[in-house]
């Protein structure tokens, strides 16, 4: 059984940082390309950054220059780097792995920046 369980999340002030880790269970991490999303109230689900099985990462135009997703095939285990963090990034973040054409996510981690 697959899971992926996030954590780091939680109240931050305009400007700081976070970093959020998602630990991959139950499958061989290596091989699954993974994501973070996010999906703030009253909108869709949205992809923050993307990192690829050979450490590709690609960003949404937003985040870039201000987080950093990587990964460390050794633990299992996905992050999220923030900063620079604004009250518009406060969201639910979601973890999202995908291996053999199958999604899996995470429970969602919540993260709120105040001005």
């Known amino acids: 059984q697959v899971q992926l369980v996030e954590s780091g999340g939680g109240l931050v002030q305009a400007g700081g940082s976070l970093r959020l880790s998602c630990v991959v269970s139950?499958?061989?991490?290596?091989?699954?390309?993974m994501g973070w999303y996010r999906q703030a109230p009253g909108k869709q689900r949205e992809l923050v950054a993307a990192?690829?099985?050979?450490?590709?990462?690609n960003y949404a135009d937003s985040m870039k220059g201000r987080f950093t997703i990587s990964r460390d095939n050794a633990k299992g285990t996905v992050y999220l780097q923030m900063n620079s963090l604004k009250p518009e990034d406060t969201a639910v973040y979601y973890c999202?792995?995908?291996?053999?054409?199958?999604?899996?996510w995470g429970q969602g981690t919540q993260v709120t920046v105040s001005s």
């Open positions: 990192v690829s099985t050979f450490g590709t990462t």
């Open positions: 999202n792995g995908v291996r053999r054409g199958q999604d899996y």
């Open positions: 139950g499958t061989i991490f290596s091989l699954m390309a």
